[in-house]
């Protein structure tokens, strides 16, 4: 029921008039890099939605209402120190049971599956059949790249499973931080191939999210999804592997130009026998080197844990550390004398989050000219935080919630490499600006009737194969074909058939993967629209607006908006009725295409 | 793994591809030892454009530039194998000089490239050999940003075909540089030109109403303001709204006798390129 007239045309345009009255007469712009802290009298609800938005995934009107009416510490606080909050409403993820004994250690490659089953008459569990049997070495393929398979799904589950804990959360922050970590220490299950690492990896980020630095620090050099993702199980004694000491230099601690290739060399050696058994970390000492070393500038038998702590007493990695977090959250362009306070910060803080956080975030730069509303969404933050300030209780799956974001350039657990997303205008191109608008005509008019799931799709390749077997053709003619790559499977047909593998796995992993409920956003905005009184086509695009942006449209552009939705209503007021909530789908989608909705 | 990238440059009206190149990379300063990638090749193709001998003769040609992202093993592709260092660094992994292709002096093609030779006897390809600098970043991500911008240890901001693009063309040229790729290589990057950018040409369009596809073509224009997020928001998006159109356009109604396969990659964006051009 829509309520309405000049009743409630005043009380919207009071809740402006409040607004307005509460937006300090400070110049935001002489805020810039200015580190000192905000006073009460400078808090607004523009303020307060900026900090709901930075520090978590942006929220409702009536919560940011809420955030907006403690002081500046008590807003900050609720965010930082969220361990008070209870979080025992966040179901753990729902695992399908995909691994069995025989799995483990998983081989790096097909090819290897099948040596390792050749030498020992089975592989991945399963049995190599008797000699003289037609394809005897086939379970073993089919199990591999059912592991394959079952690990993408799961990982797609495990991904679902996080995004909606983003949005539902009581602790914004805390999620906010996860996928911080998730970036800085950026690893990948397209190389680790096991969800069970990741699942613990992210575990992990969400223990020490707002902790110690140095406990997150030994806790991901240990980390078996970690390990695997930077080869250290290659890292021995006698050939050391240089890959996990650079990047843990270069990427994760102290950033290009601040040590030499020497230092990387003699790191590395720290690191040898740093290893794991399948999910527990795992110190090889015969493949450790004990002998001296000379890191940084000191000199002595230093293990891993000695290099962390070296690595720690530096200034700089504090600065850079800190410098991270300040783009992540605040903007990219960093000042010398910021990296260098807030450095002071991390370090004399002993490294700890909390105060390093809470100095950011009270910051007069945090709200200034050049920190509001100048960063571009991640796109997982863009669906997530829109699916928030709709009112969601849970994540839709229709359109599917990874594919979105992966078309957008972010898979969560799947960063492009280990230096994470590049982030800020990397995310934009014109062809990814507009696909950004269009997952919202997705969202908003869900094609439920043609939706495929990706948990239960194969690659044309498998579904061919699927096809021609259905039809009654032998294995060898289904999956026949003629390129390269077949011919070379055509004379291994003998021992196991490749394409058929990938066929038999993925349908071996469809009956073993839970499958994702799919369903489409629960909108209302019909609803939406009468509970905040917006009796008007201005009101309710008022109210979207205020609702959706961090910044105003431009008139003309409001103007347009305006005119399209009195054209759609046939009228100048909303009146209920069945045409209207498309209507204003029609509208939400304009809102969210503009290029200032990219704005967070 | 290997990711394709590509870029056009498109030559425009008065010099010819070759005559581009060398008056772009001098342009950029070839001069002050930059950049060192193609220092040798710009050195002699402006010898051949100034001489005259140069094959160019299609002044509105459009160069493409292909960037294949990942590991590959140069050593093993162009083998010096006349080099004795190769075959002492490399007891294993060596390709006899037998087996070697041979197409220049001490050098040859891996045995798998038979179509390379055959190209490089026509005179269709030319390599360019053993590149690199003097005591090299073994940073993954430095090396990148040294590739892309043609300057090692530098910190520059723009890369060598975003810069070739301002030295040659003005600012109000339209899609000088054109990358497909799933986000803007630093390469294109220029001061002056904005770089088209996209993937898949039958993705790059907005959905919607012919209504709402005008209000928002109405909302993405290009515009000055206090906030330079916003400024670069609002120029891709009407980058995007000037052309999303006419690539998709093209691009389906693109008819080839060429078969470029269907496995996609290289292949399929090879295909989006000869559409283009």
Known sequence: MIRLATAAVTAFAASVILVAAQTPGADPGAWTNDLS?????????????HLVERAGFGATPEEVARVAAMTPEQAVNALVSYEAIDDRDQPPFDESGIWDPGMDPFPPSRAEAVRIARERGEGLGEKVLPEGTQRRLQPVVDKFFYALTANNIETQRLGLWWANRML????PLEEKLTLFWHGHFATGQNKVRDYRKMLRQNQLFRRHAAGSFRDLLIGILKDPAMLAYLDNAENVKQHPNENFARELLELFTMGVGNYSERDIREGARAFTGWTHDVLEFKFEAGQHDFASKTFLGRTGNFNGEDVIDIILEQPVTAEFVAAKVYRYFVREDVAGSVRADLGRTFRDGGYRMKPLLTRIFLSRDFYSASSYATQIKTPVHLVVSTYRKLGARQVPTIPDFGRTTAGLGQALLDPPNVAGWAGGRTWITPSTLLQRGNVFRDVLFPDVGSFRPPDRSMSPTDERVGRRLAQGMSITDATREGDAESNVMVERDEDYNTRYGGYAGNLLAFKRTKLIPRHPAAINLTAMIASARAGTADQVVDHFIHRFLRVPLAAKDRAALVDFLRGKLGTSTVQPGAALEGALRELLYLVLSAPEYQLG | MTRTRLHHVRTGCSCSRREFLARGLYGIGVGAGLPFILQQTSAALAAQALAGTSVETHPNRILVVIELSGGNDGLNTVVPFGDAAYYRARPMLAVRERNVIQVAEGFGFHPSMVGFERLYKDGLLAVVHGCGYDHPSLSHFSSMSYWHTGIPNGGEPLGWLGRLADEAYRADTRNVIVNLGPSQSLAVRGQKHSPLVFDDPARFRREGT?????????????????NPTL???????????????????????????????????????????????
């Open chain 1, 37 to 49: 802290p905000i006073v009460a009298s400078d808090w607004s609800y523009d303020r307060a939605a």
């Open chain 1, 168 to 171: 539902t959360t009581k602790r």
């Open chain 2, 210 to 226: 012919d209504e709402q596809k005008r209000v928002l073509a109405g909302m993405s224009q290009a515009r000055s303001t206090t």
């Open chain 2, 231 to 277: 400024e670069f928001l609002a120029s891709a998006a009407q980058n995007a709204t000037d052309s999303s159109d006419f690539v998709r356009q093209t691009s389906a109604a693109y008819q080839t006798p060429v078969d470029y396969g269907s496995g996609g990659g290289l292949a399929a964006n090879l295909q989006r390129v000869a559409a283009l051009m």
